[in-house]
């Protein structure tokens, strides 16, 4: 007969352990993976934002590319809250509708403001900004010209002073003897004789704020740009004051007015009615000095010439001989030189400007280095002298159309 055994959970099978072992280490192997889905999840979803981000900002850009460009252009009067007279860019004048989101106390005459394409509504403001050529002309870097280097032009030199720095250095002086200090200065002269190194030593000895401008860049070609361009010019001197403006080549838009002329012309005019306003008009300039240069003072206009606007023209003539031989003094002082007399050269080198001058050096210090020597003689110095003088005698006659093809 068999005997019943009753058994116990100590007496379970070792298999029934090992199953139960590996199904929790199962277990735990799908709850790690299961994590691990989780976690990639998280990331692509994040990826998936980023992305959509991405192509939304993709699609501003796109939108914005083709939409059409809108032209920039300034209030000249506001009608009521829902209509202005506007002036684009091109110069016309049209009454257009008003944006009702702008802000009307912004919305004043002279406003700079975008306009719509087709409809020329005011779309937006703009921030007022100076044209690029006007806010270009401000020198950052003063030049390393001082006075000593303007040679042979010391009296016109002590006038500048005068007339530009005096006033900006010390104003009370002029308060206490009661007069109004000169605007300006106008230097006439041949071509090569120092009026823009005198401006420049002007620049490098003030601690003013020096622009330059040359004339031809304020003649534009559609109506009342030249003339805006000179209202800007003035107002970013007087918002740099104290400044020194310098017009170089002002015969470009200072011409005499004639009654006949073409449509080029009358702009060119209407740009110096604008700068003769500027000048002596009801603004003052108070801190603010104008130094103008030209080799043309016979076709300037009247208007320009008056006491008022330039107070002081300063002839800037061909060197003399004393002025001649400060130039050379000033030019061989820095070159290698041997036994050159400065006298004889003075007397080679009658009617020459200082450019020539400066040419001449400039000449001698290439015969030298042809010649493999690192020191100018004398003869190096006649050398040039002579060089020059074919060329200048070249210039002054006309050259025959046979010569061209020779």
């Known amino acids: ?71 920039v252009g300034h209030i000249q009067d506001v009608l009521d809250h829902e209509r202005a007279i506007v002036r684009s860019s091109n110069g016309t004048v049209f009454q257009v509708s008003l944006n009702q989101r702008l802000d009307p106390e912004l919305l004043k005459p002279g406003t700079r403001v975008a306009l719509n394409q087709d409809s020329l509504s005011v779309v937006e403001l703009l921030t007022e900004a100076w044209d690029p050529m ?60 120092g009026k823009t190194l005198l401006a420049k030593a002007v620049a490098n000895h003030t601690d003013a704020t020096f622009i330059r401008m040359v004339g031809s860049e304020l003649a534009q070609k559609y109506i009342g740009e030249g003339g805006r361009m000179v209202r800007e010019l003035f107002s970013l001197a007087k918002e740099k004051s104290p ?72 002839e800037i003539p061909i060197p003399d001989d004393a002025s001649r031989k400060a130039i050379l003094g000033v030019h061989l002082s820095s070159m290698n030189t041997k036994k050159i007399s400065i006298g004889r050269l003075v007397e080679r080198t009658k009617g020459y400007s200082g450019a020539e001058l400066k040419a001449t050096c400039v000449e001698a210090g290439m015969v030298a280095i042809r010649d493999g020597r690192s020191s100018v003689t004398q003869s190096d110095m006649l050398d040039a002298i002579a060089r020059l003088d074919k060329k200048r005698s070249q210039a002054s006659t006309s050259v025959s159309p046979e010569a061209l093809y020779s």
């Open 243 to 314: 400044s020194v403006i310098f017009l170089d080549e002002i015969d470009a838009i200072g011409a005499k007015r004639l009654d006949g002329s073409t449509s080029g012309d009358r702009e060119v005019q209407r740009t110096l009615m604008q700068l003769l306003a500027e000048l002596d008009g009801f603004d003052a300039l108070k801190d603010v000095k104008i130094i103008a240069a030209t080799n043309r003072p016979d076709i300037l206009d009247d208007a320009l010439l008056r006491p008022g606007r330039f107070d002081r023209v300063i």
């Open 134 to 193: 006007v806010s270009g002309a401000e020198m950052v870097e003063k030049p390393d010209i001082s006075y000593d280097d303007v040679a042979g032009l010391d009296e016109q030199v002590e006038s500048v002073r005068e007339a530009i720095e005096l006033p900006l250095i010390k104003p009370e002086l002029f308060e206490k003897v009661g007069i109004v200090p000169p605007k300006g200065v106008l230097l006439v002269g041949p071509p090569g004789c």
């Open 1 to 71: 007969m068999g005997t019943d055994v009753e058994r116990t959970d100590g007496d379970l099978p070792n298999t029934a352990e090992e199953d139960l072992q590996t199904l929790e280490k199962s277990y735990a192997e799908l709850r790690d993976e299961t994590q691990q889905l989780i976690n990639e999840r998280t990331t692509l979803e994040a990826e998936m934002r980023t992305l959509r981000k991405r192509i939304e900002r993709l699609d501003e850009n796109v939108n914005l590319l083709k939409m059409p460009p809108l032209i």
